[in-house]
């Protein structure tokens, strides 16, 4: 089955630096790739996703990069502040009936000011 | 208001004694799933569900039940909870399946003694 490595476990920045967290998939059939953000105390929520077919994709001051060939896909905050502390989630799943959503283990972004 | 309930919110609880903990949303979501969350574990999934009568084993099945009877509900069942099941719950919806935006629920947290 798919397996999702995710790293680093912990990020701390400083207000207005930019964040990267990577993650790698198993799977070659994976073709959906979201990252959701939790605040403390909160439900993860999605802040943005890509699927195969497309290389980055950006929203504001978040970017998401996927290289299908090393299976691997990145997430970028640029301009990072203090209200992006949280914990961020990729996961991969394939797009076929009955399929699973498979989470990393998360990394969790402190940003100092 | 579109959202995911879950209840309950809290829950402690003896070794053995079965406990269900209920999830229901208000947007005709065909896929339903159900998560643990584990510090340094991230999200894991439990069960999910496709559709009325259709589900199927995630990540980490043991020791717990699903049943979707109704297109609205996915209550999960602990039929003899033990204290490694101590954790905290999620369940999510979306439309289609697990390639487009889970939308989670508040959270259960569950304390077996």
């Known amino acids: 089955g798919e397996n999702v490595e995710q790293h680093p476990s912990t990020l701390s920045v400083q207000e207005g630096d930019s964040a990267v967290i990577k993650c790698t998939y198993s799977?070659?059939?994976?073709?959906?790739f979201p990252w959701y953000k939790q605040e403390l105390g909160k439900r993860p929520q999605l802040i943005i996703d890509?699927?195969?077919?497309?290389g980055e994709k950006k929203d504001q001051r978040i970017a998401v990069t996927l290289n299908k060939t090393a299976k691997h896909f990145s997430l970028h905050i640029t301009e990072t502040q203090p209200e992006d502390s949280a914990v961020y989630f990729c996961a991969a799943s394939i797009h076929q009936a009955g399929t699973a959503l498979i989470f990393g283990k998360g990394t969790t972004l402190s940003v100092s000011s | 208001e579109a959202q995911v309930t879950q209840n309950p919110r809290y829950l402690i609880t003896v070794t053995g004694k079965k406990l269900t903990v209920t999830c229901s949303q208000n947007?005709?979501?065909?896929?339903m799933s159900w998560y643990r969350q584990d510090p340094g574990l991230g999200l894991r999934q439990i069960y999910y569900s496709m559709n009325v009568e259709v589900t199927d084993k995630g990540d980490v099945p043991e020791g717990y039940k699903v049943s979707r009877k109704e297109k609205r509900n996915f209550p999960l069942i602990l039929e003899s909870p033990s204290p490694n099941q101590t954790s905290l719950y999620f369940c999510?919806?979306?439309?289609?399946?697990?390639?487009?935006?889970?939308?989670f629920g508040p959270g259960t947290r569950l304390t077996v003694l």
């Open positions: 999510a919806s979306s439309y289609g399946g697990a390639t487009n935006e889970q939308f």
């Open positions: 947007m005709n979501h065909e896929y």
């Open positions: 890509i699927r195969s077919n497309v």
């Open positions: 799977d070659s059939a994976s073709n959906y």
